[in-house]
């Protein structure tokens, strides 16, 4: 059994349309779901990136 739609099926039933995206390394760490489309900038695991932030200061 398998299927492929396109967009990644989720417990909620929504589309996963939302973008967690690593300010950093400009990767994208994670997908959430939203009501559209939506890029919201984080800092994903890595160490490399992790450090960037934390010399950044705040
Ligand atoms: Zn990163």
């Known amino acids: 059994m398998s299927r492929s739609n396109g967009l990644a099926p989720t417990p909620s039933g929504k589309p996963e349309l939302g973008a967690l995206i690593c ?16 890029k919201i ?12 932030t934390i010399r950044s200061g705040g």
């Open 23 to 38: 300010r950093v390394c400009n990767e994208v760490v994670a997908t959430l779901p939203t009501n559209g489309v939506k």
């Open 41 to 52: 900038y984080g800092v994903c695991g890595k160490k490399a990136c992790m450090e960037s």
